[in-house]
């Protein structure tokens, strides 16, 4: 890590991502639609005042926990917008990924609930119109590449909804050698984020426990009763859609295996 001034004018505002501060030494992080639902709710200005206490989800006491084992360690949310170029230079930050086609399928349901039960965000105005040509993921996937009005609805339909629209890679937009000029403190794979969680926390040098949610409700996941999988078909029109997302996810789990191993890039 390295030091800065703890201020809060250095934060750049993430929602959905979190920032960690460690001995005045700022961490930024970035989850979309990644696992960040699992963590949300962690700041240390406890985001859930008196009245609220019943819906902080279960990260809130893991960050409390956290932040009592730190001292100066602070999670934070801020706002996706935000990209790693936007960043201070000399804050460190982690992220998390997830395979491109699950992330598909959950932003798409995530959307079409329109976050609900736990959070209630309306769909817009282009979100209404691809709800209404596709009632599931695996329909909008089947339709993407046709020919005709269907096909045409389907390239529009994903730039619209939520998470669908913007791939993981977008985050490190003008910073494409980042693993090498500026490496991140962690990368959280969603397919393993409790272990991933605990690997930090143990970075970290902290002995706290770092069990996510399970409760889908407080996770934010979706329930997949009735929904249909993505079919073949769905899943190469999405491997073709999301080419550069599916690379870039590769690279970031080669690049967790190789610290595994003790081959990666030392800090």
């Not at 997949?224 to 993505?230: A, M, N, Q």
Request: proline share 7%; net charge positive.
């Amino acid at each position: 890590c390295t030091s800065g001034p703890n201020r809060q004018s250095d934060a750049i505002r993430h929602p959905g991502s979190r920032r960690l501060r460690l001995a005045n030494r700022p961490c930024h992080a970035s989850f979309g639609a990644c696992g960040g639902g699992a963590c949300d709710g962690a700041r240390t200005d406890d985001p859930f005042p008196a009245h609220r206490q019943e819906r902080r989800p279960a990260i809130g006491a893991l960050a409390q926990r956290i932040s009592a084992a730190g001292q100066d360690l602070r999670i934070h949310k801020h706002h996706h917008r935000v990209k790693l170029h936007d960043l201070p230079a000399g804050q460190d930050y982690i992220f998390a990924i997830r395979s491109p086609e699950a992330r598909f399928r959950s932003g798409f349901y995530s959307r079409k609930r329109e976050g609900r039960p736990r959070i209630h965000v309306p769909w817009s105005v282009d979100e209404a119109a691809a709800f209404a040509a596709f009632e599931h993921a695996n329909d909008l996937a089947e339709a993407l590449f046709e020919e005709g009005e269907r096909g045409h609805r389907a390239i529009m339909a994903p730039t619209s909804i939520g998470h669908c629209a913007v791939p993981q890679i977008a985050w490190f937009e003008r910073c494409g050698f980042f693993l090498e000029t500026r490496p991140p403190l962690a990368i959280l794979r969603q397919s393993r984020l409790d272990d991933d969680c605990r690997a930090l926390v143990a970075l970290l040098g902290l002995d706290v426990e770092a069990t996510l949610p399970r409760d889908p409700l407080w996770a934010h996941s979706n329930r997949y009763e009735g929904v249909p999988e993505l079919s073949p078909r769905a899943l190469a029109n999405l491997r073709n859609w999301y080419s550069h997302d599916y690379a870039f996810v590769r690279m970031c789990e080669d690049h967790v295996a190789a610290l595994e191993r003790g081959q990666g890039r030392s800090r």
